[in-house]
């Protein structure tokens, strides 16, 4: 089974201030993907990231994936309340490419 | 128009009892699953269709039996429903298998009683 750590489990920040998500494993994925849910609603595609090394920008967000293919971060600039929401990311790995999904981030922005 | 939807939106039903959910994708992708989000949030693959066929069954009790009638549609159907049940399932398909882009429907907030 291929897991997947994020961490913080939970991160509440004021507006303006910047914020990193981690998502950490031990195993190799094809590629990574970043969604965030909000409250009632499925969760929806951000990025995906497939090259090791690679950065992507979305943004204020911003998506890095690790060179190993083990790991990826998300980190916000100048979050906004807008931002409030939790976020999954999960990894494919076989050849079916079934996603992994970690636990998730929760974060809350403040006004 | 909606990409994915799933109905009932709510479900709220006593043990015992046979449910189903249905999930229609109009965005023509081949490939449909259906998850179970718990209370902790963590989101876990239940099956995984490609054109009709089962590709992806993981460890799910039984009772649970997805049916798809066309690369559309992919139901789930319950039986004897159970208190650990509750749970919100969604639904999502993607153009190929997982390594692509999944679209999730609005999800199925299931209640067992």
């Known amino acids: 089974t291929q897991l997947l750590e994020q961490s913080p489990q939970f991160l509440s920040i004021q507006e303006g201030e910047n914020l990193t998500v981690y998502c950490n494993s031990s195993s190799v994925f094809s590629s990574l993907q970043w969604y965030r849910q909000e409250p009632g609603e499925g969760p929806v595609l951000l990025v995906t990231?497939?090259?090791?090394?690679e950065v992507k920008k979305l943004k204020r967000l911003t998506f890095q994936f690790g060179d190993a293919r083990k790991d990826s971060s998300l980190h916000i600039t100048a979050a906004q309340p807008g931002d409030t929401g939790l976020y999954l990311c999960?990894?494919?790995?076989?050849?079916?490419?079934?996603?992994?999904f970690g636990a998730g981030t929760q974060v809350v922005v403040t006004p | 128009d909606t990409a994915v939807s799933q109905t009932p939106k709510y479900l709220v039903t006593q043990m015992g009892n046979d449910k189903s959910i249905k999930c229609e994708q109009n965005l023509g992708h081949d490939t449909m699953y259906w998850y179970k989000q718990d209370s902790k949030k963590f989101l876990k693959i239940m099956f995984s269709y490609n054109n009709k066929e089962l590709i992806i069954n993981e460890t799910v009790p039984n009772r649970f039996s997805p049916k798809s009638p066309d690369k559309a549609h992919l139901n789930l159907h319950i039986n004897s429903l159970e208190l650990g049940d509750s749970a919100v399932y969604f639904c999502a398909s993607s153009p190929m298998g997982g390594s692509y882009e999944q679209y999730f429907g609005p999800g199925t907030r299931l209640t067992v009683t």
């Open positions: 990231v497939v090259t090791g090394g």
């Open positions: 999960a990894g494919a790995g076989d050849s079916w490419g079934k996603l992994q």
